[in-house]
């Protein structure tokens, strides 16, 4: 016997919302487009007609590309900049995720005040602490890349612990109390049990400070400084416009399309675990 498979119609208010989706794709899709056509022309062609395809006379090939590179030490800038977004998220991750089980398991008053005190630093906005973090930073001797961890550690602990909080209040207490009960101590129940669980909350929690750690340019910029060899990838593009305004377009779109190949790349990686991180962090317990 033949199957036969019955197609549902679209409703009005699904092809509108799918419209709108379409709309928004193209709306931010654009600037990409936009950036990566006028990485492949001249300089001088770019602000003449910036939305234009690249012709035989504008086509400059991969000379913004090796100019960037070679002005700027963009393999170095790189290098710090993997360092910096890979030890930030680690320190994030591990940080927060036992804090955020403290904070759960331990009912206490001191432990109520650590977790509003976490809550309350996403509401500070950065630009009040700024320049009293970058004075501090520079008397602390933390103006170098492992310096620059430890305070995208702090920054990024708030969100953190709000997210690993909402998940861990969902886990079940009877899977720790069996796993106390085989021998476990708190750190190898943390480690074994607890942490496996929170996979989809830890991964969420890495997409989301990898994009902002990667593309951040004021923090490197207040910290270190645009004349070290510590520069990461937004100070290292940063460095291309020179004095009284003048501006290597090219190489900056060349750079720009670098810089966003890798972090395209991890999330589209993990993109699948943002959703579901997401709503298993909002759970209250």
């Known amino acids: 016997m033949e199957q036969i498979t019955i197609k549902k119609r679209s409703t009005p208010f699904q092809l509108l919302i799918f419209c709108i989706l379409v709309i928004l794709v193209i709306v931010f899709l654009t600037p990409v487009l936009f950036v990566l056509l006028n990485s492949f022309k001249g300089k001088l062609f770019i602000s003449d007609n910036p939305f234009a395809l690249p012709t035989s006379e504008t086509f400059a090939g991969f000379t913004n590309y090796l100019n960037g590179i070679e002005k700027t030490g963009f393999f170095s800038a790189f290098g710090w900049s993997l360092f910096i977004t890979v030890g930030s ?3 994030i991750l591990l940080f927060t995720s036992m804090t955020a089980y403290y904070i759960t ?3 206490s008053k001191f432990s109520s005040i650590i977790y509003y005190m976490f809550v309350f630093s996403m509401i500070v906005p950065f630009q009040m602490v700024m ?4 004075k501090l930073a520079d ?3 933390l103006n170098n890349p492992l310096g620059m961890v430890m305070l995208y550690v702090g920054f990024g602990a708030g969100l953190s612990v709000f997210m690993f909080t909402g998940f861990i209040k969902s886990i079940p207490i ?3 109390e069996a796993a106390m009960i085989d021998g476990c101590n708190p750190l ?5 049990v607890v942490l496996p669980i929170l996979k989809p909350t830890a991964i969420t929690v890495a997409i989301l400070n990898a994009m902002w750690i990667w593309n951040d340019y004021l923090l490197p910029y207040l910290v270190i400084g645009i004349s070290t060899r510590f520069k990461t990838i937004p100070v290292a593009v940063q460095y291309l416009i020179g004095s009284y305004g003048s501006k290597d377009m090219g190489a900056m779109m060349a750079l720009l399309v670098l810089s966003i190949i890798p972090i395209v790349i991890f999330y589209l990686f993990c993109q699948k675990y943002i959703i579901e991180g997401v709503v298993a962090g909002a759970v209250k317990g």
């Open 89 to 91: 998220v680690l320190g």
């Open 139 to 141: 008397s602390l001797k």
């Open 188 to 192: 190898q129940t943390f480690f074994q």
């Open 131 to 134: 320049f009293t973090m970058s």
């Open 105 to 107: 398991r331990v009912k």
């Open 174 to 176: 009877e899977i720790e």
